[in-house]
């Protein structure tokens, strides 16, 4: 069975190089969709709670809602930072406090206090889906990934890891002890 849970995010991107319209920066709402496959856990009735799964996968996607993604070798970032630095929002302001914490891994790199993500590939729809998986994997037993942003779309699917251990009092993750994050519970 599968708990599935929807995001939309608000973002602006290029496509540097292409040949189109979109290598132009312009902006889109993307729609996320999650999807978190494994037994129903007896406890809770449920495969996983969808609001840790919210809680878990917007550490990563806030990073981008309301934030500029470029590609690395952009010429328009160092054009960007330059800007942002003389404005003095570089390093973050005090009404940008809508921010999730800073991930770094080989696919992209969050800046929360400039609101930016720089990814080693072009941003498309498969490229978001690659950065996210590559960041929740471990967190979360993903089966499928799918994201919508304007006329385009991709999904993903992926083979699950089981073997997580779930709180049957909450239903989330137990962590390496074995014991609930959230309510204590130790497993026998
Ligand atoms: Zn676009
Ligand atoms: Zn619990």
């Not at 999650?34 to 878990?56: A, L």
Request: proline share 4%.
């Amino acid at each position: 069975m599968k708990s599935i849970t929807t995001f939309d995010l608000q973002y602006a991107h290029r496509f540097y190089g292409f040949k189109g319209e979109a290598q132009y920066l312009h902006g889109h709402t993307g729609i996320m969709t999650i999807e978190v496959e494994d037994t129903v856990n007896e406890g809770v009735n449920m495969v996983f709670p969808c609001n840790e799964i919210r809680k878990t996968a917007w550490e990563v996607l806030q990073n981008f809602d309301h934030a500029l993604v470029l590609r690395e070798d952009d010429p328009l970032l160092p054009a960007i930072l330059g800007v942002y630095k003389e404005q003095g929002i570089l390093n973050g302001h005090p009404q940008n406090t809508m921010k999730g914490p800073a991930f770094k891994s080989a696919l992209a790199t969050a800046y929360p206090d400039a609101r930016l993500v720089v990814t080693k590939e072009t941003m498309t729809v498969e490229g978001m889906i690659k950065i996210v998986y590559d960041l929740l994997k471990d967190k979360l037993n993903i089966c499928k990934i799918k994201f919508t942003s304007g006329v385009n779309a991709a999904e993903m699917e992926f083979d699950t890891h089981t073997g997580i251990d779930r709180c049957p009092l909450c239903g989330i993750s137990l962590n390496e002890e074995g014991v609930c994050p959230k309510c204590g519970y130790r497993k026998k």
